[in-house]
């Protein structure tokens, strides 16, 4: 910018040389002009210097984007049929694999859970409720899952049964939460579950439009009384009728359930199965 300035007024000065007179005072008032300018130009040489930092701030951005671009391809998708996890027709992927959620959280061991995982190294969806992140603990322990890479899902605002409000009420339900969670981890979800798995045609519509993947699950037994257990409840996730290839595993913020963690993470495991990083779903 400088070196443009001191090019001008040497070609200033070279046309003054030029000049008659009357152009000669035509020159003055507009080197006075050019000067003027200069000054603004100084003025703003300040944030034009602060703008350079950002500038080259700005290329780290930039760089991870691309990284994250490089690093992770969408190879599964979500069966609407049993909610399995699937390797997209003719990614040859992994199919013995299955997904992590936690819903309601993060309430009492939301955080505590997602640590538990990040140690194992196992991605898992945390399905979060508008109730549990309208004060400041809720907003910090949902930023602290988020940062220990976990993936944000959206499980409505207060967890109604969509098919028992309006269709006003159902549109808020999901919306706001997407706007809550925005403000707080910079993003929105990709993701939704209905609270008790109840999906509405409008509900549908409104999750499409915000652009999420619908999940329910293949199986989870947390909210089942004899499964209120670590011992019981890590046994029956890893050796369910139901466990596949591709099952959604739902699971809760529960104490019990993060007791048994561990043991689940491990017997699956033992199976040959491994996890479904989120981010690798469309
Ligand atoms: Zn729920």
Not at 2 to 10: L, N, S, Y
Not at 158 to 181: A, D, F, G, W, Y
Not at 245 to 261: I, P, Q, V, Y
Request: hydrophobic letters at 35%; proline letters at 3%.
């Amino acid at each position: 910018m400088k070196r443009f300035w001191i090019m001008g007024m040497a070609l200033l000065l070279i046309a003054c040389a030029d000049q008659t007179e009357n152009e000669q005072s035509d020159a003055v008032e507009k080197e006075d002009e050019e000067v003027e300018l200069e000054v603004d130009e100084g003025e703003e040489g300040d944030s034009h210097l602060s703008k350079q930092d950002d500038e080259i701030e700005g290329t780290d951005p930039e760089d991870e984007m691309t990284n994250e671009e490089e690093e992770i391809e969408q190879v599964y998708e979500i069966n609407t049929a049993n909610w399995a996890v699937e390797p997209i027709e003719g990614e040859d992927v992994e199919e013995q694999v299955v997904l992590l959620t936690i819903d309601d959280a993060p309430h009492t061991y939301g955080v505590e859970m997602a640590h538990i995982l990040a140690d194992l190294d196992v991605p898992a969806i945390f399905f979060v409720n508008g109730h549990f992140i309208n004060d400041e603990e809720g907003e910090q322990e949902l930023k602290e899952i988020h940062e220990l890479g976990f993936e944000i899902g959206n499980h409505t605002m207060s967890h109604p049964n969509l098919s028992e409000i309006t269709e006003e009420e159902q549109m808020e339900e999901i919306v706001k939460l997407n706007e809550r969670i925005e403000e707080i981890i910079g993003e929105r979800p990709r993701f939704f579950r209905a609270p008790f798995g109840e999906n509405t045609d409008f509900s549908n519509q409104v999750v499409a439009t915000e652009q999420m993947t619908r999940m329910n699950w293949t199986y989870g037994y947390d909210w089942v009384a004899d499964y209120q257990n670590a011992e019981s409840l890590a046994d029956i996730m890893v050796n369910a009728p139901e466990l596949n290839n591709g099952a959604n595993l739902l699971m809760h913020d529960r104490e019990w359930t993060k007791d048994a963690l561990e043991e689940i993470v491990a017997g699956l495991r033992d199976k040959g199965y491994q996890f479904v990083d989120p981010e690798q779903i469309k």
